[in-house]
């Protein structure tokens, strides 16, 4: 890796950044003048912890990491973008990133003006680390790879993450948004040990808030402190800190949910195998199934008048034919094989 000023860009180097009334005051206090707030209608008269302390201190427990290498966002699209503005000159640098995969990797580039060199997994949708390293240069300061991968479903191999990570100069992002449902398990145990690596998890999965919009990023201290330093103040609400702390409280039931829809994804897996139109399923360590159909608009439009929606990625990098389904509860699912039974 590269000295870490060697990678920020100069004006995110030079940048002072903006210090609210909670950041020069933290703690209890009997009266609180200092922020401007409305004195009615408490607590949501108040502006939130900035930096999330009591959210991060229960994730911290649950992930055995520190506090400092936590960063929360709003959802993992947040980060994302931080990364892209901490680190990528708009119009001078790049980013490289596997094909297929989470299409926001994109956006955020064309939003930052960043060109996004993609490499194509191999048939099995495996990494072509070769592949990747031969696209970087000197201004490549980024490297998506996310694992288990969206659309395809499968984790890669940790040894090919590894190698990344050591001889990739930049800083490799990780994203495990789907980690809880893979019998791989997560590289934040070599957080320390890679200064380059950052992790993105995320709230929107496993443990079932997708609406409360919360992803975390764990990276060393440096880089948390700099995506700490050009965030926007406020940038996680007083709702979604409350309802995360409630959630984190009950591990126990996300580890059901996740046991519960590992069940249904391989009856799914079993039961969609057997349809004539379905040409392979593919194997996941996700909560949701890729398949590959005879003629995916046909089912995909079936489905939709059934009222049930999938998602057609039959237009995606290698997934030519293929619908990605979600693993719903029992009882969704059976709607959907029922559906699929009369269009065969």
């Known amino acids: 890796m590269k000295p870490l000023n060697q990678l920020l860009r100069t004006n995110i180097q030079n940048l002072k950044p903006y210090s609210s009334a909670r950041d020069e ?28 302390r009591k959210v991060k201190g229960k994730i911290a427990e649950l992930k055995g990491v520190d506090t400092s290498s936590i960063f929360l966002g709003n959802g993992s699209d947040e980060p994302i973008d931080l990364l892209f503005r901490a680190f990528c000159e708009p119009g001078i640098d790049n980013v490289v990133s596997i094909d297929p995969t989470y299409g926001m990797y994109q956006v955020a580039a064309d939003i930052n003006n960043v060109e996004v060199r993609k490499v194509l997994l191999t048939e099995d949708f495996e990494l072509d ?48 948004a789907y980690i809880d449902f893979a019998p791989a398990k997560s590289l934040l145990s070599k957080l320390n040990e890679y200064r380059n690596l950052v992790i993105l998890q995320t709230f929107s999965k496993a443990w079932g808030m997708a609406g409360i919009r919360l992803g975390m990023a764990f990276a060393s201290k440096e880089i948390v402190e700099v995506l700490s330093n050009i965030k926007y103040p406020y940038n996680v609400n007083v709702l979604t800190q409350e309802k995360a702390l409630e959630l984190l409280l009950c591990e126990n039931d996300k580890q059901l949910w996740v046991e519960q829809l590992l069940n249904e994804r391989s009856r799914m897996e079993k039961a969609l195998s057997q349809f004539l139109f379905v040409q392979k399923v593919y194997p996941s360590d996700a909560n949701y199934l890729l398949i590959k159909v005879i003629e995916p608009k046909a089912v995909y439009d079936f489905l939709v008048s059934k009222q049930i929606i999938i998602r057609d990625r039959s237009t995606v990098s290698l997934c030519k034919g293929c619908l990605r389904i979600t693993v719903g509860q029992s009882a969704e699912n059976s709607l959907l094989l029922e559906a699929l039974d009369q269009f065969d």
């Open 25 to 52: 005051f933290t703690g209890e206090a009997a009266v609180f003048l200092d922020a401007n707030e409305n004195p009615f209608n408490e607590p949501y008269n108040r502006y939130p912890d900035p930096y999330q």
């Open 129 to 176: 680390v070769d592949g990747l390293l031969d696209q970087c240069d000197d201004n490549s300061k980024l490297m998506f790879i996310c694992s288990p991968n969206n659309p395809t479903g499968n984790c890669f191999r940790e040894s090919d993450i590894v190698r990344l990570v050591k001889q990739f100069e930049g800083i490799v992002v990780l994203d495990e």
